[in-house]
């Protein structure tokens, strides 16, 4: 399985953008599709988390009502659009997948088998 995420850039504070992670491989075989990030200086954390089985989501608190997770299962491709974006969203953003029955941290990541490469999201305040 491969991650292949892409979307980021510049946006001034109150923008949006719509992140994309695009998996190649045995994306059947997978249950748990998120998005992580990580700023400078500061620890990885869980942004948004989507559990196939049940459809369970996860939000950070910090964007709860402006970030949206959705899985395209035709596209096999997981999105995170980001509205009202402001200075401490800044980050790289990674997406990360689990397989069925891995037991993973959708608040850190720990525990996910496959990660992306990051793309960078820059907020201007």
């Known amino acids: 399985v491969q991650l292949q995420a892409s979307g980021g850039g510049l946006v001034h504070a109150g923008g949006s953008l719509r992140l994309s992670c695009a998996v190649s491989g045995r994306a059947f075989s997978l249950n748990g599709m998120g998005w992580f990030r990580q700023a400078p200086g500061k620890r990885r954390e869980g942004v948004a988390c989507l559990r196939t089985t049940d459809g369970y989501i996860y939000y950070a608190d910090s964007v709860k009502g402006r970030f949206t997770i959705s899985r395209d299962n035709a596209k096999d491709t997981v999105y995170l659009q980001m509205n009202s974006l402001n200075f401490e969203d800044t980050a790289v953003y990674y997406c990360?997948?689990?397989?069925?029955?891995?037991?993973?941290?959708?608040?850190?990541?720990?525990?996910?088998?496959?990660w992306g490469k990051g793309t960078q999201v820059t907020v201007s305040s």
């Open positions: 990360a997948a689990a397989r069925y029955y891995s037991d993973y941290d959708p608040r850190s990541g720990r525990g996910m088998d496959y």
